[in-house]
T-cell receptor
Framework: GEDVEQSLFLSVREGDSSVINCTYT??????LYWYKQEPGAGLQLLTY?????DMKQDQRLTVLLNKKDKHLSLRIADTQTGDSAIYFC?????????FGAGTTVTVRA | DTGVSQNPRHKITKRGQNVTFRCDPI?????LYWYRQTLGQGPEFLTY????????KSRLLSDRFSAERPKGSFSTLEIQRTEQGDSAMYLC???????????FGNGTRLTVT
């Protein structure tokens, strides 16, 4: 399968911005996603971006895509304690998603 | 609740027993996927259905695993002769074939003792 890599941990102060980074190897990726997983739960879709876009903004979330470098990032503005979770980057070029190992985000007061 | 529903949420079984999980997708979705997630890892693709047809199975899906979607609605995933290595979270997702945006259920956590 194709590789998707993420940093494992991020600690951020409440109210600051969080930036989670992801790199992928499949140059034919057409969709890229960010999912959130809270303890014991399934995956919640946060946002996704088509590969022909550079940026997508949705309320506190901003996704940036650098297709040349195969780099995807998720910025969460005004991070809250409820944002503490594991965030997964994923990509696909058809139906099968390839996921990274997840970034654990811890929000401290 | 119109999201993807999975049952049971948790299953504890002894090694060698058979288990079956059920997934009810979002009703209008024609694609249904199964993924497996082990501790500390991202989900890994197992198989997917377009309506009732199973179109791909991962190499992870050994002969002990079988999935069905008999009427193109709900799906079942059966594991025969469970092994401790089968302990994982089994996630189901569904989507329209056109939008490629899978929505996931809360998963079934399997523990094999």
């Amino acid at each position: 399968g194709e590789d998707v890599e993420q940093s494992l941990f991020l600690s951020v102060r409440e109210g600051d911005s969080s930036v989670i980074n992801c790199t992928y190897t499949d140059s034919s990726s057409t969709y890229l996603y960010w999912y959130k997983q809270e303890p014991g739960a399934g995956l919640q879709l946060l946002t996704y971006i088509f590969s022909n876009m550079d940026m997508k903004q949705d309320q506190r979330l901003t996704v940036l895509l650098n297709k040349k470098d195969k780099h995807l990032s998720l910025r969460i503005a005004d991070t809250q304690t409820g944002d503490s979770a594991i965030y997964f980057c994923a990509e696909t070029n058809d139906y099968k998603l390839s996921f990274g190992a997840g970034t654990t985000v811890t929000v401290r007061a | 609740d119109t999201g993807v529903s999975q049952n049971p949420r948790h299953k504890i079984t002894k090694r060698g027993q058979n288990v079956t999980f059920r997934c009810d997708p979002i009703s209008e979705h024609n694609r249904l996927y199964w993924y497996r997630q082990t501790l500390g890892q991202g989900p890994e693709f197992l198989t997917y259905f377009q309506n009732e047809a199973q179109l791909e199975k991962s190499r992870l899906l050994s002969d002990r695993f079988s999935a069905e979607r008999p009427k193109g609605s709900f799906s079942t995933l059966e594991i025969q002769r469970t092994e401790q290595g089968d302990s994982a979270m089994y996630l189901c997702a569904s989507s329209f074939s056109e939008d490629r945006v899978p929505l996931f259920g809360n998963g079934t956590r399997l523990t094999v003792t």
